[in-house]
């Protein structure tokens, strides 16, 4: 080969990978997906969790961007909007947005369960609430309270009286926290509906003041067997013996029956459709994200 041949060669090839690089542009091929992770208040677990995905993700394919929210229904707002991508909300808090608004849901492409919060609802033991039957066989002698608006025990609840129109004739009172035990306990109220892991702090504060209030199952069929074609909202579980000593004292060894709601992560059909592999980028930081979730999911039994 003539020396103008190879030099003619040589510029071709460089003019070739000029025009790529203008083409593709700097780490196009490469570039990461990135997505706003909805989550909740900084002190809590669903912005733990969100951290933890956030850390286990792969830089040079995602970047994730932990958002604090109001909790699950804020979530489900953002999505909307299309402010945030993906978001952990309670599953049951899920279907109340959907169900809400049939005419423009949220659109999701993906779910995964993250891990169980259980229902707690604690009534005083002269209150002679042996299971929800009790309840609702006699409601207008039974006030619950049923947690701050807004918050998730209050959204489980409403959840309740959407899939059961039988518990909205219980009376019930947006209060939660220190208040509602303290209302319970002076006798102003007969229980308190509270959703969290097992073991939390506020679990064993109202255990720790529990001498007189005791766990009631939650039986409840119709809850039990509700869900739809992607999201159950609940599944049945036992509280175990030991968890709570005074709450538990005098029932059954096999532990309380109640119902769990999922925390989960929701991924929008939007962003997917904008990061084709973000799904599976975002969904293999939320695999390795799992065993610290875990840890402290099951903190509680400790």
Not at 168 to 177: A, D, F, M, S, Y
Not at 277 to 288: D, I, K, Q, Y
Request: hydrophobic share 40%; net charge neutral.
């Amino acid at each position: 080969m003539r020396r103008g041949d190879k030099v003619l060669i040589r510029l071709l090839a460089a003019l070739v990978s000029g025009l790529l690089a203008v083409v593709f542009g700097p780490g196009a091929l490469a570039e990461p997906a990135t997505v706003n992770l909805c989550t909740a208040g900084s002190n809590g677990n669903y912005f733990a969790a969100g951290k933890d995905i956030a850390a286990h993700a792969s830089p040079k394919f995602l970047i994730v961007s932990v958002v604090e929210t109001s909790g699950s229904m804020d979530n489900m707002q953002r999505m909307a909007r299309r402010e945030c991508g993906a978001a952990i909300v309670q599953s049951d808090a899920f279907l109340v947005y959907q169900a809400q608004h049939r005419d423009q849901p949220v659109e999701i492409t993906r779910n995964r369960f993250l891990y169980a919060e259980f229902v707690h609802l604690v009534c005083r033991r002269d209150a002679t609430v042996g299971t929800t039957d009790d309840l609702l066989r006699s409601p207008e002698d039974h006030s619950v309270l049923v947690g701050a608006k807004d918050s998730g025990s209050a959204l489980t609840w409403h959840a309740f009286t959407l899939l059961n129109r039988r518990y909205e004739q219980l009376p019930t009172e947006p209060v939660g926290g220190a208040e509602a035990l303290e209302r319970v306990l002076n006798g102003e109220a007969q229980c308190l509906f509270f959703v969290s892991g097992l073991g939390s702090e506020f679990g064993k504060h109202v255990d720790q003041r529990g001498g007189g209030l005791r766990l009631v199952p939650i039986t409840d069929d119709v809850l039990r067997n509700a869900g739809s074609s992607s999201v159950t909202p609940y599944e049945t579980r036992h509280i175990p013996r030991g968890v709570y000593r005074n709450l538990a004292a005098g029932l059954p060894d096999v532990g309380v029956e109640t119902l769990s709601v999922a925390a989960m992560l929701v991924i929008g059909r939007d962003w997917s459709d904008r990061y084709s592999n973000g799904p599976s980028a975002l969904l293999g930081a939320v695999t390795g994200a799992m065993p610290v979730m875990d840890k402290r999911a099951s903190a509680g039994f400790k």
